[in-house]
């Protein structure tokens, strides 16, 4: 008999809360380490929902998560690096929408898993160029990208960081620029037809999950010292980027 909690297809209720509250521990953890929460949860997804499924819902998910974060830490958001930022996701959505990437998954993500070291370990890199065009191209990018391997706010994060005077800072501009990259995607899935309509109750609760996880997490970051903050940061920066080049060299048959 098909499981179906509050209409969600597939979804048991023990599902549906284990979802509401990864969402939750995915949020804090993103808010007080600085990456790998919408990663993780993206992992987590995984194992229930068909990729057909996991991408648009794991956007919307991470559109809320974002968006109440940056809401509740406006004061600290980086306002100039928005408008630049913006333009360049609308343009990677729209792009992305249209052009068929003939790289397979595997091999984007160990680009990006190269790139990113890099840029951890050579901080002088995420500061080449002026601050409207390299967060320009960056909007594109890390829309372009996540239109197929979804997670792309690892890729984000060294060039937020360097720019970021506190981790406050760097913690409300990622979640305003990871808003603006989900809502170009989802215009862009909108517009491919795909429908979301019936896992609304699940989102719905993942997102109250997220928001919560960010209240939580934020009266931790103000306790977190500053330095600490950057020393995990940048390792589990690191551990993400091997583990896309791990993935990478699997899929290509290295391992």
């Given amino acids: 008999m098909d499981v179906s909690f509050l209409g969600v297809p597939d979804v048991s209720a023990l599902l549906f809360s284990g979802l509401a509250f990864a969402a939750f521990c995915t949020a804090f953890l993103g808010i007080t380490t600085g990456t790998a929460g919408g990663l993780l949860l993206l992992a987590l997804m995984a194992l229930y929902f068909p990729p057909a499924v996991l991408v648009p819902v794991h956007t919307v998910v991470q559109l809320g998560a974002g968006s ?45 898993g190269a790139f990113i070291l890099l840029l951890a370990w050579l901080p002088k890199i995420a ?18 990208l996540g239109m197929f391997v979804s997670a792309t706010g690892t890729l984000l994060g060294p060039f937020v960081l360097h720019s970021s005077p506190d981790r406050r ?53 103000d306790r977190i010292p500053e330095r600490r903050f950057r020393i995990v940061f940048q390792v589990l920066l690191t551990l993400l980027a091997l583990r896309l080049l791990w993935v990478a060299a699997r899929a290509g048959g290295l391992f």
Avoid at 86 to 98: D, P, S
Avoid at 127 to 144: D, I, K, Q, W
């Fill in 127 to 144: 500061r080449v160029g002026s601050e409207g065009r390299r967060f320009a191209v960056l909007g594109f990018a890390a829309t372009f």
């Fill in 169 to 221: 800072n760097y913690s409300a501009t990622f979640a305003a620029m990871m808003t603006a990259v989900h809502l170009s995607k989802l215009v862009a899935f909108g517009a491919l037809g795909v429908a979301l309509a019936v896992y609304v109750p699940l989102m719905a609760a993942m997102i109250g999950g997220a928001a919560m996880g960010n209240w939580v997490g934020g009266k931790v970051l």
């Fill in 68 to 112: 109440s974060r940056a809401l509740m830490m406006w004061r600290y958001v980086m306002r100039s690096t928005l408008p630049p930022f913006v333009i360049g996701a609308v343009i990677g959505a729209a792009t992305g929408a249209q052009i068929y990437v003939a790289l397979p998954t595997a091999a984007l993500q160990g680009i990006i």
